[in-house]
């Protein structure tokens, strides 16, 4: 496609519940992040994707988060038992594949566990 | 400390005034720098790389200053359009990540 898209754009879910957010990359861009970002702060990486290399999951803030990317294109990005501290926006980005490339967002999930 | 730090603002500025923020780093290892605009509720956008010898494009310029480990952007002749968090993000040389700044939110006033 011609950018990135996310779905879906909001989720309301009850504590303890699983979700799964995905992102559709830009065709041919083969780096893929995952970021999350709280309201008022800034992006906080959670895992990245480069090709068919293994993903770097540093990110991650906890083994209930998880994410596939299959055949080096879409993403998920499963978050199970959900917190209430999980509520943020989560933004997909893409990237050509150089270091310096621009990152390319998707307008990002609002996720709200209550 | 947090590896990038910005003042949140708001800047509140007259419109056609000139406005600068600065945002500093703490590893100097840190090898590639930019800055993204933000709007309310949307995602973030690249707005310009930063160079070692400073750079402009139009009515931006942003300059490096590697022996204080900061970066800074300046806006001329703000415009309404302008009002947005601007987000400052360096790329450390041995990492492809990008470390993210909270952003400085900027309020063009008419």
């Known amino acids: 496609g011609a950018g990135v898209s996310q779905s879906p754009s909001n989720k309301v879910t009850e504590k303890g519940k699983d979700v799964e957010l995905r992102c559709d990359p830009i065709?041919?861009?083969?780096?893929l992040y995952w970021y999350r970002q709280s309201l008022g702060q800034g992006l906080e990486f959670l895992i990245y994707?480069?090709?068919?290399?293994?993903?770097?999951k540093s990110g991650l803030p906890s083994d209930r988060f998880s994410a596939e990317r299959t055949g080096g294109s879409v993403s998920t990005l499963t978050i199970q038992r959900t917190q209430q501290e999980d509520s943020a926006v989560y933004l997909c980005?893409?990237?050509?594949?150089?270091?310096?490339?621009?990152?390319?967002f998707g307008p990002g999930t609002r996720l709200t566990v209550l | 400390r947090k590896e990038v730090e910005q003042d949140p603002g708001p800047f509140n500025v007259p419109e056609g005034a000139t406005v600068a923020f600065n945002c500093t780093y703490s590893n100097s290892a840190s090898q590639s720098f930019f800055w993204y605009r933000q709007d309310c509720r949307k995602e973030p956008k690249l707005l310009m790389s930063?160079?070692?010898?400073?750079n402009e494009d139009g009515r931006f310029t942003a300059q490096l200053n590697r022996a204080s480990q900061y970066i800074s952007l300046l806006i001329r002749d703000s415009k309404l359009s302008d009002s947005a968090t601007y987000l400052c993000v360096v790329k450390l040389t041995s990492n492809y990540q990008l470390i993210w700044g909270a952003g400085t939110k900027l309020i063009i006033k008419p």
């Open positions: 930063v160079y070692s010898s400073g």
């Open positions: 994707f480069q090709g068919n290399s293994a993903p770097d």
């Open positions: 980005a893409a990237q050509r594949g150089g270091f310096t490339d621009t990152q390319y």
């Open positions: 065709s041919g861009h083969t780096a």
